[in-house]
């Protein structure tokens, strides 16, 4: 299996439950070396094979030197899942060309180019294979501020299908995940760091909540694993909600 964004959030929680789910081998990818060491040593710990590339997805030869790597380390691919992203606020009147090239890149780019080594890659196997693309509920339209960011996903959420279709006879299956608001640590920096919300702000928000909490990185885990599994199969090309607010019905 390979995940991207493994250093922290919803990476980790992926690449760990992943391996408690069975994976035979995890090969890790993230820009931040500082933190993967964490997601490296909890997999070892559990006698799992795991690897990792530095790689920072803005890069254009990013995709091919992250692949190449897995592969040389374990020889074949079987899961792909892109959990790495950027959540940068810009709406249509304050974004940047600079900040919507970033965005496109890390959130939409990077993950094609490795749908397309992964795809390439169980073709040639003969073998089927799976992916997860981790979305956002923002695909829907997203809050003003999202402008940019909901874009990206929006775009990953067509490819998603698209290529699902594209290659449903080959028995790869590619399915994502509309994430809701999640806990991890770069959104508790968003709040209370960039946007200046303070250490209140997680409790505030959990509070408006229908569960009274946030998602989870271990609940986006657990969905991603039974995407990649046999037993959600055949559903493919699938984008499911995972939010505690239903899209369409309004309270009056």
Same mark, same amino acid.
């Given at each position: 299996?390979?995940?991207?964004?493994?250093?922290?959030? !919803?990476?980790? =929680?992926?690449?760990?439950?992943? %391996?408690?789910?069975?994976? +035979?081998?995890?090969? &890790?990818? #993230? @820009?931040?070396?500082?933190?993967?060491?964490?997601?490296?040593?909890?997999?070892?710990?559990?006698?799992?094979?795991?690897?990792?590339?530095?790689?920072?997805?803005?890069?254009?030869?990013?995709?091919?030197?992250?692949?190449?790597?897995?592969?040389?380390?374990?020889?074949?691919?079987?899961?792909? !899942?892109?959990? =790495?992203?950027?959540?940068?606020? %810009?709406?249509?009147?304050? +974004?940047?060309?600079? &900040?919507? #090239? @970033?965005?496109?890149?890390?959130?939409?780019?990077?993950?094609?180019?490795?749908?397309?080594?992964?795809?390439?890659?169980?073709?040639?196997?003969?073998?089927?294979?799976?992916?997860?693309?981790?979305?956002?509920?923002?695909?829907?339209?997203?809050?003003?501020?999202?402008?940019?960011?909901?874009?990206?996903?929006? =775009?990953?959420?067509?490819?998603?299908?698209?290529?699902?279709? +594209?290659?449903?006879?080959?028995?790869? @299956?590619?399915?994502?995940?509309?994430?809701?608001?999640?806990?991890?640590?770069?959104?508790?920096?968003?709040?209370?760091?960039?946007?200046?919300?303070?250490?209140?702000?997680?409790?505030?928000?959990?509070?408006?909540?229908?569960?009274?909490?946030?998602?989870?990185?271990?609940?986006?885990?657990?969905?991603?694993?039974?995407?990649?599994?046999?037993?959600?199969?055949?559903?493919?090309?699938?984008?499911?909600?995972?939010?505690?607010?239903?899209?369409?019905?309004?309270?009056?």
């Amino acid at each position: 299996m390979l995940v991207t964004g493994a250093a922290q959030g !919803v990476g980790q =929680a992926v690449a760990i439950e992943g %391996a408690r789910g069975g994976a +035979a081998g995890v090969f &890790l990818t #993230d @820009r931040n070396t500082s933190k993967i060491q964490v997601t490296l040593d909890t997999l070892h710990e559990m006698g799992v094979e795991a690897a990792f590339v530095e790689a920072d997805l803005i890069d254009t030869a990013a995709p091919t030197k992250i692949f190449s790597a897995a592969l040389a380390h374990f020889g074949r691919i079987d899961a792909l !899942v892109n959990a =790495a992203g950027m959540t940068d606020r %810009a709406s249509l009147q304050d +974004a940047t060309t600079d &900040l919507w #090239d @970033r965005l496109f890149a890390v959130n939409a780019r990077a993950a094609f180019f490795l749908m397309q080594r992964f795809v390439a890659h169980r073709k040639d196997a003969e073998s089927p294979g799976s992916v997860v693309n981790i979305l956002s509920i923002n695909v829907h339209g997203g809050t003003p501020e999202l402008a940019v960011y909901a874009a990206t996903k929006a =775009a990953l959420a067509v490819l998603t299908k698209n290529a699902a279709h +594209a290659h449903r006879f080959d028995r790869i @299956r590619i399915n994502g995940i509309n994430l809701g608001w999640t806990d991890t640590p770069a959104e508790r920096h968003m709040q209370s760091v960039t946007l200046n919300y303070g250490n209140a702000w997680l409790d505030e928000a959990a509070a408006r909540m229908p569960f009274g909490r946030l998602l989870s990185p271990d609940d986006v885990a657990r969905l991603t694993v039974f995407l990649l599994s046999d037993a959600s199969g055949p559903m493919t090309g699938a984008l499911i909600d995972q939010e505690q607010s239903v899209v369409g019905p309004r309270d009056r």
